[in-house]
């Protein structure tokens, strides 16, 4: 499987596509540093959205949660030292919000959305807590984002705490599509 990750100036983006240039079947990936802020050592909290989650989806939210947990301990965070520093992080936590769904094609306004929600119910710890915390919202089959050809992508918002709306915190977050397999996830 081929695959293109672009970082750009306050956000990444992973392209799913063919690359070229190497060998037939292998990973072929791309890079671009725009050098925006870097979370070295990232915490993560994995956010299920849709009813899709509330059934026996597969991959599971078990599933890919214990992926992930073997990506930040595992060589490919080891390997992110040479991207600014980055190393291992750790998984906070995840949750699912299976009372809503992502509209059929979704933007960041969309995700972020979501994510003020939990923050300001209290469902996830804010981002004044922990400036390292990366969102990560795994999204159900069938959806897609404004731009098809992104299968995943990294930013951030501005959040203001609803108890006290001068307190205002960078929130980083991401997306990634589900194309039903733990390998496309």
Do not use: C
């Not at 979370?39 to 509330?54: C, E, Q, V």
């Not at 992110?80 to 992502?102: A, I």
């Not at 731009?147 to 307190?167: I, M």
């Amino acid at each position: 499987m081929n695959s293109i990750i672009k970082l750009a100036t306050g956000s990444g983006i992973a392209k799913a596509g063919a690359a070229g240039g190497g060998p037939a079947g292998a990973a072929t990936v791309s890079m671009v540093d725009g050098g925006g802020p870097v979370i070295t050592t990232p915490d993560i909290y994995l956010i299920f959205w849709g009813s899709f989650w509330a059934g026996t989806p597969i991959p599971s939210a078990a599933a890919i949660t214990a992926a992930v947990q073997n990506i930040l301990m595992g060589p490919y965070m080891s390997a992110l030292l040479q991207y600014r520093g980055v190393g291992h992080g750790m998984l906070l936590g995840q949750t699912s919000v299976t009372t809503s769904n992502p509209p059929a094609v979704f933007t960041n306004a969309n995700v972020s959305a979501i994510i003020q929600g939990l923050l300001d119910n209290g469902t996830l710890p804010e981002p004044d807590r922990d400036a390292r915390i990366l969102y990560v919202v795994v999204m159900p089959p069938g959806v897609q984002f404004t731009n098809p050809s992104l299968a995943g992508e990294h930013t951030f918002f501005t959040y203001s705490d609803a108890d006290n709306p001068a307190d205002s915190r960078i929130a980083h977050f991401a997306w990634v599509n589900n194309g039903g397999t733990l390998d496309a996830i």
